[in-house]
């Protein structure tokens, strides 16, 4: 018998499965690499929505746990993938400053933006108006920690890379059977893959295409992720990903020649220097209408568990969303009202 068979090994799955097992409870994944978005995703973790100056939802509480989280999955993997980055919003215009001034002495914005200018120079970024910088920001290289963590799982055989068959799930009796397993739970955290899932499909995930780019600049020497139109955040060996397009009627996983082109177009409001193509990666980020997650248990199915909707900021939002639904599954506490799948009270179960 597992505590809890999760289907997904994505952002979500990974923040529920350690959460779980840092709980003793043992698990077992299921992941058949349909899904891109955690893979492709731009990894960051910021608590300022730069575009309009306002703050993310729950992002104190979000960020005090993420780096608890993954400082202990690194240790537990012995991998480095959690980077404490300063994010540097570049200005244009001096109203552009002010209007930055303006919003670090917003409630709720002040731990988090700098109200000192960063007059720093690049050799390859114009920057005549200079930077503002947003603290407690940093980016989570999803690569690294989605390859570790499968191998980590591959290691131990708690991984399946078998297609979930949700037909052959069978309710017995305190517990689920599925073929030859036994399962107190069953966690679905499957990305935009959702929308094949007869159970929890009919919730409205929308589904955000985002499409970026891995460039090599050789005359660019960053020590921050630049902030524009574009984000340019410093992965090493003059490596850099660009990012990020947001298309809500593509719902294929293919990279485009727009987004290439409109990628290279925000990009050049930021470089001044030569550089390399050398990847173009596309997903589908699991996005919902009101911008918050989907979590929770199926209120006919008691057995049955959902973490998804993490949108464009599964690092962030990931361990404190699996915190909550372990916490609502094994104790009862109560899920985020703005969070929990019951908020849609028009939905047919």
């Known amino acids: 018998m597992v505590d809890y068979l999760i289907v997904g090994c994505g952002l979500a799955g990974i923040a529920f499965g350690e959460t779980a097992s840092q709980h003793n409870k043992s698990i077992l994944f299921f992941e058949n690499n349909s899904q891109r978005s955690s893979k492709v995703a731009g ?23 993420l780096q608890v989280f993954y400082g202990n999955l690194e240790k537990k993997l012995n991998t480095r993938f959690n980077f404490n980055t300063p994010v540097y919003r570049k200005f244009f215009s001096v109203e552009e400053q002010n209007d930055w001034f303006l919003a670090t002495d917003k409630v709720g914005l002040t731990p988090f933006l700098s109200s000192k200018l960063v007059s720093k120079k690049y050799k390859a970024i114009d920057s005549p ?35 979930f068959d949700y037909s052959v799930i ?3 009796e305190g517990y689920i059977q599925y073929k030859d397993i036994k399962a107190k739970n069953i966690v679905f955290a499957e990305g935009y893959g959702m929308t094949a899932n007869p159970y929890f499909g009919h919730l409205p995930l929308k589904g955000t295409k985002g499409e970026l780019l891995i460039i090599k600049a050789k005359n660019l020497d960053l020590d921050a992720i630049i902030k524009a139109s574009v984000f340019v955040l410093p992965l090493g060996n003059d490596l850099y990903k660009v990012g990020a ?8 996983n293919e990279p485009t020649e727009e987004a290439k082109k409109q990628l290279l177009e925000n990009s050049k409001e930021i470089l001044q220097c030569d550089f390399e193509i050398v990847e173009h990666l596309a997903g589908i980020r699991p996005t919902v209408a009101d911008r918050r997650p989907l979590v929770g248990t199926h209120p006919k199915y008691p057995n049955l568990h959902l973490l998804n909707g993490l949108g464009t900021r599964g690092v962030m939002i990931g361990p404190d969303m699996a915190k909550q639904l372990f916490e609502n599954i094994e104790f009862g506490k109560p899920i985020d009202s703005s969070a929990d799948i019951l908020r849609f009270k028009k939905v047919k179960w």
Do not use: C, H, M
């Open 245 to 252: 397009t947001y298309n809500w009627a593509d719902k294929t």
């Open 129 to 163: 108006f200079n930077f503002g910088e947003v603290l407690q920001s940093g980016y989570v290289d999803t690569e690294i920690l989605l390859s570790s963590y499968r191998n980590y799982l591959k290691e131990n055989n708690l991984l399946s890379e078998d297609t």
């Open 170 to 172: 069978e309710f017995k």
């Open 43 to 65: 990894g960051l973790y910021n608590p300022v929505i730069l575009k309009r100056f306002s703050g993310v939802w729950r992002a104190q509480e979000q960020l005090d746990l």
